[in-house]
């Protein structure tokens, strides 16, 4: 029962960019998890040409900041949210995007590490409900691609989007796994 | 898994006992998640969530419950 497919190929015959994040580029890492939602990352230049081609396709605005826009459809259609970057954001996480299938069709996903610096950014968002989803992420993830914490590219990931506690975090659940 | 004698045993009807080719559902004594990592991939989890997805929907106050979980603050790298 694909219901992903069609926003795929709505996206690609409109020439939109995308990566898919979230819970789905989670799964597709290796890291098995439930998801209710497809989650895309996709450049600000490109925002208004991508809720058309959405809107054509059935989709309406159930709420939006200049980052994120959550859309709501029909049941043969996936809950969807958009997380809008700017340009040169959406331009150095595409360059080391990894190529998965989903529902049947080849799409990007961030590479394990820049996915890991959304998922810590997610968890500084002190307005949401709970980060505990976030957390779990972060250490399958980590579980799933074997990085060393001592390896600098991964200190600098944790510190500059985790903050100065994130380690110690990521350290006390990876010992608990 | 792989364990089917200890499932039979324990009385676990959801087992499959010799038809070892059908997916193999975990006995009471295993985790789910160690199960799903162990016995499915990704394809048969997102396959399993597009169904859960159209279950999940139609509470009334399914979009609001997703926008709970959401980080509305811009991401730059």
Redo the contacts between chains.
């Keep these: 029962?694909?219901?992903?497919a069609s926003v795929f190929l709505a996206l690609n015959q409109a020439g939109i960019p995308f990566l898919v994040v979230g819970g789905?580029a989670v799964?597709?890492h290796?890291h098995?998890?439930?998801?209710?939602?497809l989650d895309l990352l996709m450049p600000d230049s490109k925002l208004v040409a991508a809720r058309a081609a959405l809107v054509k396709l059935g989709y309406r605005t159930?709420?939006e900041?200049?980052?994120?826009l959550?859309l709501?459809a029909s049941?043969n259609l996936?809950?969807l949210?958009l997380?809008?970057?700017?340009d040169q954001?959406f331009a150095?996480?595409e360059v080391t995007a990894d190529w998965k299938?989903?529902?049947g069709r080849e799409i990007r996903v961030p590479d394990a590490l820049?996915l890991i610096?959304?998922k810590l950014?997610?968890t500084?968002?002190r307005?949401?409900?709970?980060t505990e989803?976030d957390w779990q992420d972060i250490v399958g993830l980590f579980k799933t691609i074997n990085r060393n914490l001592e390896d600098p590219e991964v200190r600098t990931i944790i510190s500059q989007y985790g903050g100065p506690q994130a380690l110690t975090e990521i350290r006390r659940r990876l010992s608990g796994w | 898994m792989g364990d089917l004698k200890r499932s039979r045993k324990s009385g676990d009807d959801l087992a499959v006992g010799d038809q070892p080719e059908l997916l193999r559902l975990p006995t009471p004594a295993e985790a789910l998640h160690q199960w799903t990592e162990q016995d499915i991939g990704p394809r048969v989890m997102i396959d399993a969530m597009e169904t859960m997805i159209q279950i999940a929907r139609s509470q009334p106050d399914f979009e609001a419950r997703r926008l709970a979980r959401k980080t509305t603050k811009r991401f730059e790298y």
Excluded: C, K, W
């Design positions: 029962m694909p219901i992903f789905h799964v597709l290796g098995l998890r439930n998801t209710f939602d159930y709420f900041t200049d980052a994120f959550q709501q049941e996936p809950p949210d997380m809008i970057v700017d954001t150095r996480i299938v989903l529902d820049r610096a959304l950014h997610a500084r968002d307005a949401r409900r709970t989803t």
